[in-house]
């Protein structure tokens, strides 16, 4: 082979580059694979929580134990915390989460120091690297592609039959071929940093007395939420003893995209929710980390083509909301991958380009409309928001965790909602997040927002066993409950009774 000519160049040597560079040299190890990282080091990029999926990906397609045991902190998966005008911490926020410890492994991720990890593997499997090195052009032809790159000074000339994109927002290949489209039915912004000194919850709870009872498993260990009308935030430990923090908005409720100055905005809205504000006592946030993002969610129209495909961010982001993020780069590196390997053995792989394409559209068209849309609107009410990741969850679990661990035994590539038969779920999930939505707003209009705020627990757990169908029934019960409560407030309203707004209803609408 010329010494310009590669198998596959894969741009990006992050998480979704460097675990496609790993399968195909584990795989197909006759593949000559190179990989261009732009940076000298990786920074610590938002993405720092797997699920259940993008870890079964990391461990058992992966075998990156080693390296998460070590390096990395255990996830005890999700957990809620609401506030009103009688919340004035943790210890009478309603919360939502797991009780006990969850048995399917997650992680809470130092995400320079994995990316580095897998960059560092991927080379070590025979991956060549070009670092730091930048992507200027590129021509594609079938099967068939030439990259010029700059290395230093140096601009050089390469040839690959595969060109994979794993370049993240900055979608090198994408933009170029004129397949990104920006999401604008969801408009969602996110400003985040790493804090140091931030309270440990479980110490919290441990000197408030009765909260520490009502819970087995680490708090702080789970992707802790504080939730509100129009935002979420997310507080996620870091390995090194930093604290993640940001705040995931939607502009049409929230304006912090509007600040003149945005760390003392971004801190002055953390202080302002009570139980968040008792973690950050004494806290420091380390502002030269200060990251926003105006808007979150795009995709791409096509994933892959004759000879190129877009992996991870660089084909689509969504929204942080559940950490689908590495879900989705783990599924299209391992589906890429197999895809590259059938080429390599010489097999037809026109049928399985097509199903590639149409299975991970479908997936971000359903997921987009039956998990996220409006949203937002729900989110400062505690029995919805909870009874919704409750459901999801449950649907998780049953139709794709589950037959992974317990069936197949191995990770699988299809994307969550991807399959046809998936039309089921979809349309179920669809109908009771638009319910949701339709309930919270019939409780502002009554001046009733978050009064289920506060004094209230729900438990959920994480296995493999019964518990997903459990908290199915969870879900519903917590569902039908709002559905009862909402036919009062329709016959208030019906019957002309003028709603008197609430104290908790201010206390919301104040820090919206």
Same mark, same amino acid.
Request: contains cysteine; aromatic residues 12%.
């Given at each position: ?301 096509? !994933?892959?083509?004759? @000879?190129? *495909?877009? =992996?991870?961010? %660089? #084909?689509?982001? +969504? /929204? ?55 949203? !937002?609107?729900?989110? @400062?009410? *505690?029995? =919805?928001?909870? %009874? #919704?990741?409750? +459901? /999801? ?66 438990? %959920?757990?994480?296995? +493999? ?48």
């Amino acid at each position: 082979m010329q010494p310009d000519r590669y198998d596959v160049i894969i741009l990006g040597g992050a998480f979704s580059g460097a675990s496609t560079a790993i399968l195909l040299r584990r795989d197909h190890p006759q593949l000559r694979v190179l990989i261009v990282e732009k940076s000298e080091a990786f920074d610590a990029k938002v993405g720092e929580a797997t699920t259940e999926m993008s870890a079964m990906f990391l461990t058992r397609r992966l075998a990156m134990w080693h390296h998460l045991e070590a390096e990395q902190l255990p996830k005890e998966g999700l957990r809620y915390w609401f506030t009103n005008n009688k919340v004035t911490g943790h210890a009478n926020a309603t919360e939502g989460g797991g009780f006990i410890r969850s048995a399917v492994p997650a992680f809470q991720l130092r995400r320079d120091a994995l990316d580095e990890y897998l960059l560092k593997t991927a080379v070590d499997e025979g991956a060549e690297l070009l670092r730091p090195a930048k992507a200027r052009d590129v021509e594609l032809n079938d099967f068939d592609n030439k990259l010029t790159i700059e290395v230093g000074d140096e601009v050089r000339e390469l040839h690959c039959r595969w060109l994979l994109d794993a370049t993240g927002r900055v979608n090198f290949l994408g933009r170029r071929l004129n397949l990104i489209e920006r999401n604008d039915e969801h408009p969602v912004a996110a400003i985040w940093c790493r804090w140091n000194g931030v309270r440990h919850i479980d110490d919290i709870a441990a000197r408030s007395g009765d909260l520490a009872a009502r819970n087995v498993s680490s708090r702080r260990l789970a992707t802790n939420h504080y939730a509100g009308f129009g935002y979420w935030i997310w507080v996620i430990p870091l390995g090194n003893g930093e604290t993640s923090i940001g705040v995931v908005f939607d502009k049409r409720l929230i304006d912090l995209h509007h600040s003149k100055d945005r760390a003392a905005d971004f801190i002055a809205f953390l202080n302002a929710i009570p139980a968040l504000a008792e973690l950050l006592d004494g806290a420091s946030p380390r502002l030269d980390d200060l990251r926003f993002y105006s808007h979150l969610p795009y995709v791409s129209k096509q !994933y892959m083509g004759n @000879g190129w *495909a877009l =992996l991870g961010d %660089a #084909a689509a982001f +969504l /929204d942080p909301y559940y950490s689908p993020g590495l879900d989705h780069a783990s599924f299209t590196a391992e589906a890429t991958a197999e895809i590259v390997g059938m080429d390599a053995k010489g097999e037809d792989i026109a049928t399985r380009i097509v199903e590639h394409n149409e299975a991970f559209a479908r997936s971000y068209v359903r997921f987009f409309r039956s998990i996220y849309k409006d949203k !937002y609107y729900y989110m @400062g009410e *505690a029995d =919805l928001l909870t %009874a #919704a990741m409750i +459901l /999801d969850t449950a649907h998780y679990y049953i139709f794709v965790v589950i037959p992974a661990y317990r069936f197949a035994k191995k990770f699988l590539w299809m994307p969550v909602l991807g399959p046809k038969p998936a039309f089921f779920s979809y349309h179920f999930i669809k109908f009771y997040h638009r319910r949701f939505k339709a309930i919270a707003l019939a409780r502002r209009a009554a001046g009733e927002a978050g009064a289920r705020n506060d004094g209230r627990r729900i438990k %959920a757990y994480f296995n +493999l066993n019964f518990s997903p169908m459990h908290m199915f029934l969870r879900g519903l019960k917590l569902w039908m409950l709002a559905e009862a409560d909402n036919v009062r407030l329709q016959l208030r309203r019906l019957f002309g009774r003028r709603p008197a707004t609430t104290p908790a209803a201010e206390g919301v609408e104040a820090r919206g």
